[in-house]
């Protein structure tokens, strides 16, 4: 039986915070990042990635990323991760700067379940059930008789010229089931590739499951920075062996921009746009029966927000983690004290006994707040992603007019790399090193502090589990619930 949460989040900013009814069991991870999203893993959004595509022909465009559902183990059956029906998943981009999304995709899904009477779940093997024999393989493409508990969506985009209602790119496109076991999902890969769709202006768009990308030495950062290591190697990825449900889509660059058109260089006045990923529910349920029904006449609430990497997890306080996950970065200026004198570098001086900047940290406001100015990284002239109004925007920030790296650097630009984070964030960036030195003050940015052990800050873990792919939607294939 699906699980849901049976009646939505009501949130009012500033005031108070309510939740009842009945809360999902959740897995252990580091994307749990505030109080009340725990007890909601299918709306909890857990990374996102904003890059230049990079697959051979799809020079023109750019591929953004939202995944979801934290830690999922391959063998979570009978019945299978998938997104959830009642929850709006967003993918939101603003191209002025003023932190309020221009551009929104929106996906929604329905479920369906074909056969009843199954008792295995996601999958019927109805070729012996119908007398005719063996049972191998079962699923081998998103409409296969076997496939007995589906999930179609609907991608619909709202723009100024669409209207709050949008205008809907596709629908009735179906998502891959999970990656069960060699048996009932041989060939995964070719299976979610048959599960890449076609979107209007060449566009491509997938949903379903993938390998978890993130990689991170999570047990010993939330044992109050007990790093079994300090440096790039000699610890162990805690996302090791778990999976994730993502939402990748690929459009045109001149798709996203301000001017409809392609930038003429990455110094142009509409070369930088901004993206982040939110999850809303409906404000009220309607009960019918056993099943929650999310009501028609409800409002959406947004109940989870993610730009960049671990800024709810290791800047915002405990107090308002749950009010910045509904939070428009349009009101980030609330959030502004947090980033200019965090509590992470103080941290880190008393367990690793470094110097670290004074407050305030300008330069964590250009990194995550407000983008970074041309001219201000050495021997990089034209790297730019500032994008803002003048205010505090928190947010991935990707100057689409940066071509990708024929070398990528999973450090990004403190490794040379200027197509890497924090230029939008790249399947294979190190996000969590690169932050670790960025918050301890080891960046061009803050040059006293520039040095050892500063610069060479990381929690041990420098590669993932699993190859990505070279080609769309990136992340890897998700681990099998039975592998051979």
Not at 131 to 159: A, H, M
């Amino acid at each position: 039986m699906r699980k849901t949460l049976t009646l939505a989040l009501l949130f009012v900013l500033g005031c108070s915070l309510l939740l009842s009814g009945i809360t999902r069991p959740s897995q252990a991870s580091s994307h749990r990042e505030a109080p009340l999203i725990v007890s909601d893993p299918l709306a909890d959004n857990t990374d996102v990635y904003a890059f230049r595509s990079t697959e051979a022909g799809r020079e023109g465009f750019v591929t953004f990323i939202a995944n979801y559902i934290p830690f999922e183990a391959p063998y979570g059956g009978p019945h299978f991760y998938k997104f959830d029906d009642t929850v709006l998943y967003e993918i939101k981009i603003d191209n002025t700067g003023d932190g309020v999304e221009d551009i929104s995709y929106q996906f929604q899904f329905t479920n369906n379940i074909k056969n009843g009477d199954i008792i295995l779940g996601m999958a019927a093997p109805n070729e012996a059930l119908a007398g005719k024999g063996g049972i191998d393989p079962l699923i081998t493409n998103g409409n296969d008789p076997d496939f007995n508990e589906t999930q179609s969506y609907t991608v619909t985009r709202v723009d100024k010229h669409t209207g709050p209602k949008g205008k809907v790119l596709a629908s009735g496109l179906h998502t891959p089931p999970c990656n069960i076991g060699n048996r009932t999902t041989p060939d995964y890969e070719v299976l979610a590739q048959h599960t890449v769709h076609q979107l209007p202006g060449g566009g491509r768009v997938f949903a379903g499951q993938r390998d978890e990308g993130f990689y991170v030495d999570v047990s010993a950062i939330f044992d109050t920075l007990n790093l079994r290591s300090i440096t790039s190697t000699g610890s162990k990825d805690s996302t090791a062996g778990f999976n994730v449900h993502a939402i990748a889509i690929e459009v045109p660059v001149k798709d996203v921009t301000r001017s409809g058109k392609v930038p003429s260089g990455p110094t142009a006045a509409d070369a930088v746009i901004g993206m982040w990923a939110t999850a809303s529910r409906r404000s009220t349920n309607v009960f019918r029966g056993q099943q929650a029904h999310g009501s028609r006449n409800g409002q959406w609430v947004q109940i989870s927000r993610l730009g960049n990497p671990l800024v709810n997890e290791v800047v915002i306080p405990l107090k308002l983690k749950d009010t910045f996950n509904g939070l428009s970065p349009r009101d980030d200026a609330a959030a502004a004290p947090f980033v200019l004198d965090p509590q992470l570098p103080k941290l880190l001086k008393a367990v690793y006994k470094i110097d670290i900047p004074a407050a305030p940290r300008n330069d964590l406001v250009a990194i995550f707040a407000t983008g970074i100015k041309a001219g201000s990284v050495p021997g990089a002239p034209e790297f730019n992603t500032w994008l803002s109004d003048g205010k505090p925007h928190e947010m991935l920030r990707l100057n689409v007019a940066i071509p990708p790296s024929a070398n990528p650097n999973r450090l990004g630009l403190l490794g040379g790399d200027p197509a890497g984070f924090p230029n939008g964030r790249r399947v294979g960036d190190d996000v969590t090193d690169i932050a670790l030195r960025a918050v301890a003050g080891g960046t061009p940015f803050t040059p006293e502090t520039n040095k050892a052990p500063n610069n060479t800050l990381g929690d041990g873990v420098e590669g993932n589990d699993v190859p990505y792919l070279t080609r769309f939607p990136y992340l890897g294939t998700p681990h099998s619930g039975n592998p051979k």
